[in-house]
């Protein structure tokens, strides 16, 4: 039987999610728990898939990871197992087929940080709902070789007086994308780029690469997909939310209250 579990993390101390030689990861101690409560014996034959490889310090609370499993799951027994700070919010029973990453229809990314002073709210919204729609990201991503970088976004967005948070939604994202338009937008907001040099960028008009913001901040909200529901419990959402009190970036404080906000 094959399951989906959603996963939430504070990535903070971790080099990103996927397994890397010698360095903690996410994964690595998801799939670590998975294995010593009986859940699969060979990775391969588990088929086991992940929706999405955040970078090195990003978090998420819509993580989804699959596999096929030699029981059924149980969730408590999986966040005892876990470190404080990774915990599994959810698991169903999904179909044989299904792929995480392939099958999922729209994700959702936030970044949130401090306002910088003299920010222009409007300007950056304007700038924005730039981004929305089918576009050349060239200028907002780290190239990988041989992936094209034409994308669409169906929503984009910036609010917040004191704490900024900008949102963004598209099926798929490129290799730093999202922290690269959020320093973009943040320089628009600024005065340090004009809404027409960024028009100019987003028309590959402009050959001027932004540098991506910093990654602590940036979370992976949630995925949708077609058919498959996963709902956090009360106890797994309690458990997260209590890791997150005690750290102090703004970006915490937003997951606890979308946490709250979607059980």
């Known amino acids: 039987m094959r399951y989906a579990f959603l996963v939430a993390y504070d990535g903070s101390r971790y080099f990103g999610f996927v397994r890397q030689p010698g360095r903690p990861t996410v994964e690595a101690e998801l799939l670590r728990a998975f294995e010593r409560l009986g859940l699969y014996r060979e990775l391969k034959e588990a088929r086991y898939r992940v929706a999405a490889r955040t970078d090195r310090g990003v978090s998420a609370i819509g993580q989804v990871v699959a596999l096929d499993v030699r029981r059924e799951p149980n969730v408590w027994g999986l966040n005892a197992d876990l ?61 990988e070789r041989g992936r094209s970088t034409i994308g669409e976004f169906g929503h984009a967005s910036v609010r917040g007086q004191k704490t900024l948070s900008f949102d963004f939604t598209a099926r798929a994202f490129l290799w730093q994308q999202v922290r690269r338009m959020v ?39 949630s995925i949708r997909y077609p058919s498959v529901a996963l709902g956090s419990s009360e106890r797994a959402v309690s458990k997260f939310i209590k890791h997150l009190r005690d750290r102090a970036h703004p970006g915490y404080e937003a997951m606890a209250r979308l946490l709250l906000k979607n059980w």
């Open 83 to 143: 470190p404080r700070d990774i915990t599994v919010l959810a698991a169903a029973k999904v179909k044989s087929d299904f792929n995480p990453r392939t099958q999922a229809q729209s994700k959702h990314y936030r970044y949130v940080c401090e306002a910088p002073p003299g920010f222009d709210l409007p300007l950056a919204r304007r700038a924005a709902r730039l981004l929305e729609g089918p576009h050349d990201f060239e200028q907002f991503c780290k190239h």
């Open 183 to 221: 320093g973009a937008l943040l320089a628009v907001g600024t005065g340090k780029l004009s809404l027409d040099e960024f028009k100019r960028m987003l028309e590959g008009q402009a050959k001027q690469a932004m540098r991506p913001v910093p990654a602590e901040g940036l979370i992976l909200v």
